[in-house]
Every structure is written in C-alpha cells, then in structure tokens.
C-alpha cells in the first residue's frame, strides 16, 4: 500500500480556487523576479510598471480591449467541451468569421448601419460554423476525432486568410499584409465615454444566454447527460449523433464572432495570423474557468491584462523574450495550481507507522 497518494476532491469552494489562484500567480512573480535579478533587471521596478500598465484607467481599458477576442474563443471551447467535444480550431473558426465579416463589410452593399452590422454579425457565426461543421460530421457519422479535424482545419483557414492578406485583398501601398479599414459608418460605437467598445456587451450577454442554456433547456440537460454517458444517453432516447453536430456548430459560430469584434469593434480590418493564438489560449481559460460562461468572461479579461502588461515592461528595456516568459510563467504555475484544487495529497499513516514500528524493532 502506498504511504502517499492523490485523492480527488468532491468539491472545490469558490473561495478556495480564487485563493489558490492568487497563490500561485504570486509563486509565479516571484520564480520570475528571481529571474528577472539573474540576467541583470529590477524585478520590483518591473513589476511597479506591470501594475501600473493594468490598474490604471487607461489600462484596464486597453485589458478588456485585449480580452474581447480571448472571450468568444473561451466561450466557444467551454461550450464544446460541457460535451467533451474538444474544439481545438477556435483559431480557424475565428479566422473564417473575420474574413466573411470583413468581406461583407468591404465588397458587400452599400446600405445602412444597422441592417449592415447585423449581416456582418450573422456572417461571422457563419464562417466559423462552416469551419467546424467540417469536423462536427466526421466525428458524428464516423466517431473520427474531432480534436485532430479542428487542429488541423486552423492550418488550411490561417493559410487562406494570409493569402487574402498578401495578395487579393492587400492594402494598396502599404507593407502590412491587412486589408483596408472599413468604413467608419460600420464601426460598433463604444460604451459612454468609456472608451470600451460595445462588443463587450454581447460578449456579456452572449454569456449569460449560454449560462441558462445550460441551466435550463432540455438541450442543455442533453449534453449534460451524454458527456457523463453516450450510452444511457442513446437509451433513453437523445441523439447523440445530432448533439455532437449542434453543440460543435454552435461552439464554431461563438468563435467566429471573435472576427466580427475585431473587425466591427477593434481594429475594423483584418490583418495576416490575426487569432494569434486566441484559440488555443481560449482552451486555458475555459479550463480554468470550469467551463463557467461567465467566469470565462472575468479570466479572459485577466488573460488580456497579462497581455497589456508583458508589452508594457518591455517599454523598461526588458527584453520581448523575457516579457513573453512572465506572461507565461503566470499561465503555467496558475494551471499547476489546479491541481492543487483538484486533488489532495494524502498521507497514508497505518503504513508509516508499520514502517516506523519495524525501524524500532
């Protein structure tokens, strides 16, 4: 019998996770103020701007404008996963939403704003439901991993938006592979003076919808049922075939509608490998969120401010290197920390006695 072993806890208490997440994100500045003293800087004078960069006002506003993409993303791989359907293409599938919004933005008619952001928005569900269906069907019809199809699928989309970006759809005269702005007629206004844009609105209430979806349909209760049992699923009458096509249509449109923020609420074009990773850091903050839609919303806006801050310490001379590895130091040991949260060390004490009762004899 082991003297040491992992034993799952039944239940984690909210206070518990936000403390063990404070935890070890300060484990982490310190590993990486150690660091940072090591290869010649000030740790506390990095830090002091990192904090500065996030808590002022200009900062927080810049964390949530980093965090509106990184919202969809979590929110679409949360939804997948209530299923344990592993959608790893949020990248492709936000890539295909921001090329169709901006298409329909650039070349479509010319017609008021109103009926012209609403296509843009439908548009964007669209071109990341296209994407993912490619994978939904496959893995519905013949059980073929839907992890592999999605991951592979960000490859061929990332390759054909660069195309676009580099060639058809290039801004004249200029060196950045992007297309040109869209017209300020289709800009999604902001919310007040506050110099956040209303895209934060529907990630919000996006949400929220999703939230009682869950609590309360019957196609919420569904999923729920098959990703505890596929087989006491069938029995009892749900189509699990349909499920997994609808719960990765509709994860793929969530995370397409990271394009139409882009496009319609931040930088009002597209640009060459513009996802930058959102999808596969939207799979760390639906993990960490527990695939809760409204605590996706609260860790993608942390994701954004770490986001804000490694750019902002490197205007202190520290390298992009080494801003890169705090931002992900803090991600790893945060992880780390769920297992803390998730296990428990226990200590067998029958044995050790045993053991110290024939050391004695």
Known sequence: MRKIRLQKRANVPTGRRVLNSILFVALALVFCGVFLAIVGFN???VYAKMWKAIFSVRGLQRSIVAGLPLMFTGLA???GYRMNLNNIGADGQYAMGAILCVWFALYGPDMPAVPKLIIMFVLAMVGGMIV???????KALWNVSETILTMMLNYVVLLFLNYLMYGPWKEAGQMVPQTPLISERYYLPDIGNTGINSVLLIAIALAVVIFFFHKKSSRGYQME??????SAANYAGMSVK??????LAVSGAIAGLAGFAQVGGIIHRVQADLPNSAGYTGIVIAYLAYLNPLSVIIVAFLFGALEISAVAVQI?????????MIQGCIMLFVI????FNRYKIVVNKKVLKKQEGGETA
Request: no cysteine; hydrophobic share 55%.
């Open 43 to 45: 740790p506390f004078e």
């Open 77 to 79: 791989v949360a939804f």
């Open 132 to 138: 993912s269906l490619i994978a939904a069907i496959p």
């Open 225 to 230: 049922v098959i990703r505890r049992s596929p």
């Open 242 to 247: 349909k499920n997994i096509i609808f719960v």
């Open 316 to 324: 202190t001379g520290v390298p992009s290197q080494i801003a890169m």
């Open 336 to 339: 780390a920390g769920e297992f």
